[in-house]
């Protein structure tokens, strides 16, 4: 365990428009953009005091999060090997064993 101080700030800035950043991460600080507009700070400030009257809604809208990254991860993964599966088929795509195995769990996965 690293002691560290309660009280501690750690500021970083970026020249980037639209800096990205992993879903792990953007769950974990606070982002500020200096190029907001005004309803978008409400919103942001909106956010800061609903996470500190209710943190169990901030700690299960930072799961969904996470939850929502990895989806969209898995799903790439999945349409880069049914895509893989097609584009190295073979003649007739309803005999290719291997592309009837990745299609139908595909279908098991998105349902």
């Known amino acids: 365990v690293i002691e560290y101080s309660k009280d501690f700030r750690f500021y970083v800035t970026t020249r980037l ?37 209710k943190p169990e809604l901030e700690e299960k809208k930072n799961v969904l999060i996470i939850e929502s990254a990895q989806n969209k991860k898995q799903l790439k993964e999945i349409e880069d090997k049914i895509l893989e599966v097609l584009s190295s088929s073979q003649g007739n795509i309803l005999e290719d064993e291997v592309a009837i195995q990745v299609l139908s769990s595909s279908k098991v996965l998105s349902e």
Request: contains cysteine; aromatic residues 6%; charged residues 15%.
């Open 17 to 53: 428009r639209n800096p990205h950043y992993l879903p792990e991460v953007s769950v974990k600080v606070c982002l500020l953009n200096f190029m907001i507009t005004p309803l978008g700070l409400q919103d942001q400030l909106l956010g800061i005091v609903a996470a500190k009257e």
